[in-house]
């Protein structure tokens, strides 16, 4: 049993790698902010597994990104934001259906994207944002998450085909 326990925990690392990674180096400049492909790994962690792993993965990665690409101030609402994105998304899909996948992914977008407009248009005093930045990244911010879930929800059953142990670590 240890030693599925230390799988696990090295395989939520290499997950929390991958998102920061992912979002780091998947860019597209837009507005104050960037369009990157968190999304697509935050849901496939939330999804092959689960809900605390998705929001150690997201907010962690995504928060590490912001860190090395100078966006320091938003360091903590993007935790916030693609954590609860990963919570919401993991503990929906639980069951593993495509279903639940689909409601896990539509409902992780209205966290994060609900988290993010809430934060950028009430919080200009820690640095994020103002109403204006947020009026203009939501449509981004809902279109990378669209991407996101397209790309990983199918996805999910590729990398359980591929690798068929990924299912004992699903929480």
Excluded: C
């Excluded at 860190?67 to 360091?75: K, N, Q, R, T």
């Excluded at 248009?121 to 991407?147: D, R, S, T």
């Amino acid at each position: 049993m240890q030693q599925n326990k230390t799988q696990f925990y090295v395989l939520v690392a290499l997950m929390i790698a991958l998102v920061a990674v992912v979002t780091r180096f998947l860019v597209v400049p837009v507005g104050g902010g960037y369009f990157n492909f968190s999304d697509t790994a935050v849901y496939l962690t939330a999804f092959l597994l689960g809900p605390i792993p998705g929001f150690l993965a997201g907010g962690i990665g995504a928060a590490l990104a912001d860190l090395s690409l100078g966006y320091g101030a938003f360091a903590p609402l993007t935790f916030l934001a693609h954590g609860i994105q990963g919570l919401v998304a993991g503990y929906l899909a639980r069951d593993g259906s495509i279903q639940s996948r689909v409601l896990g992914a539509l409902a992780g977008t209205v966290a994060m994207v609900g988290i993010y407009f809430l934060g950028e248009y009430f919080g200009p005093a820690l640095g994020w944002g103002g109403p204006a930045q947020a009026l203009v990244e939501w449509p981004f911010n809902l279109l990378q998450n669209i991407v996101g879930a397209i790309v990983a929800i199918p996805l999910v059953d590729a990398v359980r085909r591929a690798y068929p142990p990924i299912a004992r670590y699903t929480q």
